[in-house]
């Protein structure tokens, strides 16, 4: 269902990212980076206000003509990034908030592993499996 | 043809070989005299014992012959004796001749004595007399070019019959110290290229129980002790390539294992050896190892860090980061296989599953196991257990020390159950996962002297089921829990009196049974409690010293505050 799936460090470097081979990836890429200013803005405009309060889905960030990108923050400061095709009108809030949390719930467990130091690309195959099941839908 | 079976032998009647035995016989034997002249087995240790003029065979391969005759060991031994070959000390042609003929009677169920060779007898039926060479002759190359191998024999050999406590203490020690280095008494062990050879020989090791390889394991490389056996023994000893190729046709023969090619399965051998490394970073098995101390732990296997990380994911089946008993056997099996040479596999095999070992290997064993191998493991396991204290800077691990003393002590379950829970290590906040179904009321139906354990084991798993099914929380609700479950514990414990009551004089029986073993007990507490002390003054002298350091830093950064802040001096 997703075309695009990235999840970025607290410093606004990419953990992790991966697109459908079916374009030019580096439009995703550019799309993405382009979105953490939104990320940003949204997490500085509810941070003034008690931030316990602040929900973790993001909601829209923007859309384009094609496409529509997703956000969704952690407590940490990573965000996850979701990119989806415009078309694909079938898509409702319910489940980009579910794919959001399946998102978060693996990326929890790669965090478990004490071999994986905070900061590294992620690697884990559980991981890739189940980006692999939200993506592989739209083909 | 009659080969007079005097000579080496001097008793024996002679020997009546038909044709097509004739041949077989003096087949096999230039086998096993070739082999020995071309495999690495060297003959008779002391040269001179050769009878000039005659050729001997080997007694490497004549033992794996004999082995692959398929007869118990008792048989063998009685065949090895019968015809000569341990009076004179190696195996001449005549030897081996009557004793190939004693292997056909026995097969033939007949009883060994020399009388049942006089008859005619089929050919002695062997498992793989075609390929025994040849493997033979394949493994050397291989071995020489292989890493040293996880030793998790020796130790499971220590677990079982054993001849010599020195030795087992010995082997039993130097994994213990470094699990995944090789000691050096046992190098030529383990080279194997292939986990199912080991895993065969394994079972065939633990079925068998042949003393005879006991006897050749024990002195490579050791002074030897035991060699009870005498000269029947000598002529086997320092054959690396026997237990190879013994391991080998135990694969190929396949008859003692259940499971051929089955390498995830975990042996009872391998079953010890974790267990014993699992309580050395962490005495109390019901209970679980942080992330950080596995960490360590398997880094020293010296495989690389993205390996070790997905060995991780398949065996931390619930992602909590922290390995169960359970689950560290499974990565430890994980990592000995990939050390081995397997590939890791795409998901977690059904053998490795958390509830499969935990079916497969019940708790009453793990716990029992506790007071058999506690005073003996301990001694061993003071040092790296102290080593592994010291790595770890969380004071929980040393609140479950007195625990399992007072279990072995005391036996007051109820409190005992309740400290332990009360420290036992919440690493993470749990996560919402597919919980196990693990029913808590096993603790009221498995009353047993170590009830405390028993409780902790199965609260303990309950109650991460519980937590589980909550959203993720912070580690004060686990402990509220944990209480709520010992309360639930206790409460249906109290009321099962009469069924409680009678329970409990069960265990009384069982302790003056282990009075004997109590004080053993309490001597090993004392020194736990010792180990314990000098543990934590370390720690304390440690924390005192970040403390001061940390102070320095405080008073550096409040005098750089000093200096930015602007001075407003009027």
């Known amino acids: ?139 | 043809m009659e080969v007079a079976a005097g000579g080496g032998c001097g008793t024996g009647p002679p020997l009546l070989l038909s044709d097509s035995e004739q041949q077989c016989y003096s087949e096999l034997f230039a086998r096993c005299a070739g082999a020995a002249s071309g495999g690495p087995g060297p003959g008779p240790p002391e040269g001179t014992r050769v009878a000039p003029g005659t050729a001997t065979a080997a007694a490497g391969p004549v033992a794996d012959l004999f082995r692959a005759s398929q007869l118990p060991p008792e048989t063998l031994h009685q065949i090895t004796e019968l015809c000569g070959a341990k009076r004179v000390g190696y195996f001449g042609p005549t030897q081996f001749y009557v004793a190939l003929k004693l292997i056909a009677a026995a097969q033939s169920g007949l009883p060994v004595r020399t009388e049942s060779i006089k008859c005619e007898l089929p050919l002695p039926r062997f498992g793989m007399s075609k390929s025994d060479g040849e493997i033979r002759f394949g493994n050397p190359a291989e071995l020489h070019g292989k890493k040293v191998q996880i030793p998790y024999l020796p130790t499971e050999k220590n677990s079982h019959k054993r001849m010599d406590d020195e030795d087992k203490q010995q082997e039993s020690q130097s994994p213990t110290m470094s699990p995944l280095a090789s000691p050096p008494s046992s190098p030529p062990h383990y080279q194997r290229v292939s986990l199912s050879h080991g895993y065969s020989k394994l079972r065939s090791s633990t079925e068998q129980m042949h003393p005879a390889p006991y006897e050749t394991r024990q002195p490579i490389g050791q002074p030897e002790g035991s060699s009870s056996e005498g000269p029947g023994a000598k002529p086997l000893r320092r054959q690396a390539s026997l237990i190879r190729s013994f391991s080998v046709e135990r694969e190929l023969q396949d008859n003692n294992s259940n499971y051929p090619d089955e390498p995830w399965r975990i042996t009872e051998e391998q079953r010890e050896y974790y267990v014993n490394q699992f309580r050395s970073l962490q005495p109390d098995p019901s209970s679980f190892i942080s992330g950080s101390v596995a960490k360590n732990f398997f880094t020293k296997s010296k495989l690389s860090i993205p390996e070790l990380s997905y060995i991780w994911e398949l065996s931390d089946a619930d992602c909590d980061g922290a390995l169960t008993l359970p689950e560290f056997c499974a990565a430890f099996h994980l990592i000995v296989a990939r050390k081995n040479g397997y590939p890791l596999p795409e998901g977690l095999p059904p053998t490795l599953q958390p509830e499969y070992l935990q079916a497969a290997f019940p708790k009453s064993k793990w716990e029992c196991a506790i007071f058999d191998s506690y005073s003996e493991s301990m001694p061993a396991n003071q040092q790296p257990c102290d080593l592994n204290r010291m790595e770890k800077t969380s004071a929980k691990d040393m609140a479950d020390f007195p625990v399992p003393t007072q279990d072995v002590t005391t036996g007051d379950d109820k409190q005992a159950a309740n400290s332990g829970l009360l420290h036992a290590p919440p690493a993470l906040p749990p996560r919402p996962c597919p919980t196990q179904s693990e029913p808590v009321s096993e603790a009221d139906l498995h009353p047993q002297l170590n009830r405390a354990p028993s409780q902790a084991a199965e609260s303990s798993p309950a109650k991460k089921d519980a937590i589980h099914a909550q959203p993720p929380s912070k580690p004060i609700r686990r402990k509220f829990r944990s209480e709520n479950q010992t309360t639930e514990n206790q409460e249906p414990a109290a009321a099962v009196g009469g069924a409680a009551s009678a329970a409990m004089v069960k265990p009384h029986p069982t302790v003056q049974k282990q009075s004997s073993k109590q004080k053993k007990a309490i001597q090993t507490a004392i020194r736990k409690n010792k180990e314990a002390n000098a543990v934590l003054a370390r720690l304390n002298s440690e924390l005192q010293q970040q403390l001061k350091e940390v102070h320095q830093e405080r008073i550096a950064l409040e005098n750089q505050l000093e200096q930015l802040r602007p001075v407003t001096v009027l």
């Open chain 1, 1 to 139: 269902m997703a075309v695009c799936i990235a999840v970025i460090a607290k410093e606004n470097y990419p953990l992790y990212i991966r697109s459908t081979p079916t374009e030019n990836e580096l439009k995703f890429h550019y799309m993405v980076h382009t979105s953490l200013d939104v990320v940003d803005e949204k997490i500085s405009a509810m941070g003034k206000a008690l931030v316990d309060q602040r929900e973790l889905y993001l909601g829209l960030l923007y859309p384009t003509e094609d496409y529509k990108v997703y956000g969704y923050v952690t407590n940490s400061k990573v965000k996850f990034v979701m990119v989806v095709d415009s078309s694909n009108t079938a898509l409702r809030d319910n489940e980009i908030r579910s794919m959001f949390r399946k998102l978060h719930n693996s990326y929890t467990d790669v965090m478990c592993n004490p071999f994986y130091n905070p900061g590294d690309r992620i690697q884990s195959r559980a991981f890739e499996n189940m980006v692999t099941s939200m993506m592989i839908q739209v083909c």
